[in-house]
């Protein structure tokens, strides 16, 4: 059973700064790496989305990096903003017993960025 | 991409009844995905709806309690049953391509039960 961490659970910066939030996963068997924004009692915003096959994608502002065989991804944001301060969650397609097309999901990072 | 809406977008509802959401999808799909995220809590996959087949439910899942349609391709309903406090959550619809798509969420459905 696919298992997916994220860390840290919270991170408080002031605006400006560069940060990194972690995703690790047990099962390297995936088809893809999503990474998600939610705004508290909104729905989920796609940010990023890494084939199994690729290595990073970028987004303006927003990197992602994805090591397969060592389970893990990383999402970079650069000079962050207070509009950035929300729950991003990694969600992981695929994985050991797990069919293609349902994801499992990390419990988040809460991020506040702070004027 | 995928525009998904849902209904209601929030309910308080008595213990004992029972509520029915609705997902729609601006394309064609095959999978169609439930989710409930708990308070404070991430997303757990409740089942999957796939058009033309019963749905497949999640370990901890079972049918009666949420009984799942999926008459068409743009279109399925999530029905949480007899319904208890601890059902009070975010039920969340999504659809995504099989294997190499990206996934996409509705806005999600905010269900308190008293």
């Known amino acids: 059973k696919q298992e997916v961490t994220q860390i840290p659970a919270a991170l408080s910066v002031p605006e400006g700064e560069n940060l990194v939030l972690n995703c690790s996963f047990t099962?390297?068997?995936?088809?893809?790496l999503q990474w998600f924004r939610q705004d508290p009692g909104k729905g989920l915003t796609s940010l990023l989305l890494?084939?199994?096959?690729?290595r990073e994608q970028t987004s303006g502002r927003l990197n992602a990096s994805l090591d397969k065989s060592s389970g893990r991804s990383t999402l970079y944001i650069a000079a962050s903003q207070p509009g950035d301060s929300a729950t991003y969650l990694c969600?992981?397609?695929?994985?050991?017993?797990?069919?293609?097309?349902?994801?499992?999901f990390g419990d988040g990072t809460t991020l506040t960025v702070k004027p | 991409s995928a525009v998904i809406s849902q209904k209601p977008s929030r309910d308080i509802c008595q213990r004992g009844t029972s509520l029915t959401i609705q997902c729609q999808v601006d394309?064609?799909?095959?999978?169609m995905f439930w989710y409930r995220q708990q308070p404070g809590q991430s997303l757990t996959l409740i089942a999957t709806?796939?058009?033309?087949?019963?749905?497949?439910?999640e370990s901890g899942f079972v049918i009666d309690k949420f009984p799942i349609s999926r008459p068409n391709l743009t279109f399925s309903t999530l029905t949480v049953s007899n319904m208890s406090p601890e059902d009070s959550s975010i039920y969340l619809c999504?659809?995504?391509?099989?294997?190499?798509?990206?996934?996409?969420f509705g806005p999600g459905t905010r269900l308190t039960v008293t």
């Open positions: 999504s659809v995504g391509l099989t294997g190499a798509g990206e996934q996409y």
């Open positions: 099962d390297s068997a995936i088809y893809n």
């Open positions: 890494i084939q199994s096959s690729q």
């Open positions: 969600a992981v397609e695929g994985g050991l017993n797990t069919n293609a097309g349902k994801s499992t």
């Open positions: 394309s064609q799909v095959t999978m």
């Open positions: 709806a796939n058009q033309g087949s019963e749905a497949t439910y």
